[in-house]
């Protein structure tokens, strides 16, 4: 396994920002689901403290299950970019 792999893959980390930036709100079950991926609450704790995206966390169920959003005010042309979602910038078309 190659380390830029280590925590997930970068598939997942692509959609995870392309469905935030779309204003979703996704769960562990969105991503397993759409990508096959477990490691969601790594991607979100990666993208809040490493590239510091205002992504809101709700809990809901009686399993307090942990579902994601992006914050409605940001400034999408402000965000930082992990590289395998650099093309979801404002360089990449979109604002």
Not at 68 to 82: S, W
């Amino acid at each position: 396994m190659s380390s830029n792999q280590w925590y997930s893959g970068n598939t997942q980390v692509f959609w995870t920002c392309k469905a935030l930036l779309d204003g979703r709100t996704i769960s562990h079950k969105t991503e397993i689901r759409e990508v096959r991926g477990w490691r969601l609450g790594a991607i979100i704790h990666r993208l809040k403290t490493e590239y510091h995206w205002p992504i809101l966390v709700e809990y809901r169920g009686p399993e307090n299950i942990a579902h994601y959003c992006l914050n409605k005010d940001v400034e999408t042309a402000a965000l930082r970019f992990p590289p395998s979602a650099k093309s979801l910038g404002c360089e990449g078309g979109v604002a």
